[in-house]
């Protein structure tokens, strides 16, 4: 099983990335291919001690920016690290693809060089921590304005990942909404309640809010504006309550010392809450494998995204979701 | 200044809303009409020793109960405590409302009895905890569909409301969306950009999930449907976070004393996210007073609530959110 790795991306630099890279090669055994500018590459490896590991590196003359526009660098950098990333796939070169680059790129070029499932819009679906096992939050952020059958498309790609991934039976997918009543919510979340209600999926019903964290089901289905806003005010919260904490016990050294080992529970949630924890976040829908990372992720987090990729191309679980869709006709529907 | 409590919404009984209204009467002595079951409140008023404080009973035959239809509510039940409640309002023997029952049906009555002010979508404001001061997140779940002149709307009201209550000049109006750049986020936030960006407020742009509590801004609009899964989520995170803290420390006793102490300090973290323990939210753009509580309410909250009501009443308001929407046309803006 070989990913490619998008070498240039992030915003931490090259050095980083190959660490990470190192590390997934030398743990996981996985054979990477570090895409981006050669002689560059070609350093950081030899610093890191990398060269008798299972990684190799294919030259791309150009870097996407953070703050470029997908469509211009779609159009403009034909030899991004990103692209050239996707074309190794499409090659058969390798089988999955990480980056921490532009996100918003990197959703572009995947869709534009792997190509979607037929019907179906990709979705970025994240795990967070909960009381009980971690959910899958999706979408976080692929589909700002979404159809109803868009979020039941979403049900039916977070299920079948957590049925490979996570390894359970029958995942329970809930819809976010304002209420418990399928009759509470938009216009929007109303309909593709109804879908979903009449779906074959185990569907639980609406979740609100308040139940994101409390583990009830194992998926929750969102718009990309609504779970890409869920996912960073958790992060921001977390943050929050680690200053007021601070703010509540400063001068008191008993407290201090129990604020130690409180901090580092909230900075084990937080690194928790954030999804480069996990290994990134896995864009669905697209014809093969392809995981996004944050722009500030550890090689750590590179390390676990590599696995995850590993993990899902040896499940096959692109293949395994396209067999899936192709033979239903209510995603399609046109409410 | 005479505030009329819905004395039979809630989910806790009227014992606790007529201890909130004793409370109120006695420390902010206002005076308080108790709406409801005229019998049962006398026995309970009598009951907290309140006879000689500034409350009296107006008698309502009917309850509007927490799951029922906001319509069926309005049609059926022409004497539920809620409507006589907003009734005393209309008639001048009251100057404002608070109820912590069926917020749905306290919407829909006070928009029907109180009437909005011309063209503009009433909306609930809650104040939040923040890194710095308070924030105000307006809409928190009167409008779960809006337009992009709605959030110009929830802005400006928003904004006049900061000023007048937490007498804060020229507040920071914030648009949530999912980056910071105003060509991010879906078709309704981008466009309120442009509104509100060419309005005479003070416009700091998007802010983000994870800036809602770092109180940069004083003002954050969007739409109810995300204001209020935004809302519970952090209500429901914070109860994770203490959970998540209790395992961590399990069996440490200098951690367990340290725990005690965090515990507070989220507990504390917990009530400020609650918004009842602001005093409720107050409902912007109907033509009067009008405070909604939680239906889990304790009576400290529904003194707050009383006393919020008593202060944006004596402020007037609502005339003046009126005055300022009257002579500008950008809120009618149909896009």
Same mark, same amino acid.
């Given at each position: ?160 990942? *957590?049925?490979?991934? $996570? +390894?359970? /039976?029958?995942?329970?997918?809930? =819809?976010?909404?304002? &209420?418990?009543?399928?009759? %509470? ?55 929050? *309550?680690?200053?007021? $904490? +601070?703010? /509540?016990?400063?001068?008191?050294? =008993?407290?201090?010392? &129990?604020?130690?080992?409180? %901090? ?72």
């Amino acid at each position: 099983m070989t990913i490619a790795l998008d070498a240039m991306g992030g915003d931490k630099g090259p050095s980083i990335l190959v660490q990470g890279a190192v590390e997934a090669a030398r743990e996981l055994g996985t054979e990477i291919i570090l895409v981006g500018k050669e002689s560059l590459l070609e350093e950081e490896l030899a610093r890191v001690d990398g060269k008798d590991l299972p990684i190799s590196i294919k030259n791309a003359s150009q870097v996407v920016e953070m703050a470029e526009s997908p469509s211009d660098a779609l159009r403009k950098k034909k030899d991004s690290s990103v692209r050239v990333a996707f074309d190794l796939v499409k090659e058969g070169r390798a089988q999955g693809v990480v980056s921490a680059g532009n996100s918003g790129a990197t959703l572009a070029t995947a869709m534009f060089i792997l190509g979607r499932i037929k019907g179906v819009r990709p979705a970025i679906a994240t795990l967070v921590p909960t009381l009980k096992d971690p959910s899958l939050i999706i979408d976080v952020g692929a589909n700002v304005d979404c159809k109803p059958h868009h979020l039941l498309q979403f049900g039916i790609m977070g299920s079948l990942f *957590v049925k490979e991934f $996570l +390894k359970k /039976e029958s995942p329970k997918i809930g =819809l976010l909404s304002i &209420g418990e009543e399928g009759s %509470k919510g938009n216009q929007q979340v109303k309909k593709a309640y109804d879908l979903l209600a009449s779906s074959n999926l185990n569907f639980f019903g609406n979740v609100e809010g308040r139940d994101v964290f409390r583990g009830e089901v194992d998926v929750i289905v969102c718009d990309g504006f609504v779970g890409n806003i869920c996912l960073k005010l958790s992060e921001g919260l977390a943050e929050t *309550v680690i200053a007021m $904490l +601070k703010n /509540e016990i400063e001068g008191n050294w =008993l407290a201090i010392m &129990g604020y130690g080992l409180a %901090k580092k529970a909230f900075t084990r949630f937080r690194k928790r809450v954030d999804y480069a924890e996990y290994g990134g976040a896995p864009l669905l829908g697209v014809k093969g494998t392809a995981i996004i990372c944050h722009g500030s992720s550890e090689p750590k987090a590179v390390k676990n995204a590599i696995g995850v990729a590993h993990n899902l191309a040896s499940l096959n679980l692109a293949d395994k979701l396209e067999a899936s869709m192709s033979n239903r006709k209510d995603i399609l529907r046109i409410i």
